[in-house]
């Protein structure tokens, strides 16, 4: 998505581009992570083999090899990773849960004093 942001800072409609991150937690175990885009959906060709080693297709740069990092990294603890177009191709949906996470409760922010000395000379 950064990638992509990067290169087209404006959608083809001259809309500002964004990129959302949003952490859900689904229970206390469990958090999904979405991260979402309004650019250019990702044609149906490349969303097959999205995760595939070596997958460039569409890019001018890059080795092809970070979603697949990221998908290997995901599973080896035991969560999922996904990627899918938005409703009216209106962006593109990048979607993790991760299992076994200890989502904390909202906590209170303390703001603590501390004492200080000034010197002088």
């Not at 949003?22 to 060709?45: C, H, T, Y």
């Not at 191709?89 to 991760?98: A, C, Q, T």
Request: with cysteine; net charge negative.
């Amino acid at each position: 998505a950064w990638e992509k942001f990067q290169d087209f800072p404006e959608t083809k409609d001259d809309k500002p581009a964004f990129i959302e991150v949003r952490f859900i937690p689904q229970n206390m175990r469990e958090l999904k992570i979405q991260i979402v885009d309004n650019g250019a959906p990702i044609p149906d060709s490349i969303l097959t083999k999205l995760f595939q080693s070596y997958q460039t297709e569409g890019k001018e740069m890059g080795t092809g090899l970070g979603l697949s990092i990221s998908k290997q990294l995901i599973e080896a603890h035991g969560g999922g990773i996904q990627g899918f177009n938005l409703l009216d191709n209106r962006g593109v949906v990048f979607e993790i849960i991760l299992p076994d996470c200890v989502i904390p409760a909202p906590s209170r922010t303390v703001q603590k004093q501390s004492d200080s000395i000034s010197l002088s000379a």
